[in-house]
Nanobody, 126 residues
């Protein structure tokens, strides 16, 4: 079992920045891939980015590439999502997720992730 708790969401103006954090507990954190997804009202939950166990492999959705950065601290059991140059279309509930079946390979598919946090709202005003 893995428990995930996100924090750091809020309201920001377009062009601003936010940093989301996700605290994990349960299984050994350094043994699995962590990902971030988001879901806007009326839309499917979509992949944002993910990071391998040691941070050496990352993957991002095209829509956030160059603006968002994922990092992790295995000593603190946390994964973060730094979001810069935010746009109104980034407005969504953001979820962190754990893919406990993989350690090295980052998979941008929702079904690959077994555990999810409760989500944190990010709202970007124009």
């Amino acid at each position: 079992q893995v428990q995930l708790v996100e924090s750091g969401g809020g309201l920001v103006q377009a062009g601003g920045s936010l940093r989301l954090s996700c605290a994990a507990s349960g299984r050994t954190f350094s043994n699995y891939v962590m990902g971030w997804f988001r879901q806007a009202p009326g839309k499917e939950r979509e992949f944002v980015g993910a990071i391998s166990w040691n941070g050496e492999d990352t993957s991002y959705a095209d829509s956030v590439k160059g603006r968002f950065t994922i990092s992790r601290d295995n000593a603190e059991n946390t994964v973060s999502l730094q979001m810069n140059s935010l746009k109104p279309e980034d407005t969504a509930v953001y979820y962190c997720a754990a893919d406990i079946s993989r350690r090295w390979v980052v998979v941008p598919t929702r079904s690959a992730y077994e555990y999810w946090g409760q989500g944190t709202q990010v709202t970007v005003s124009s």
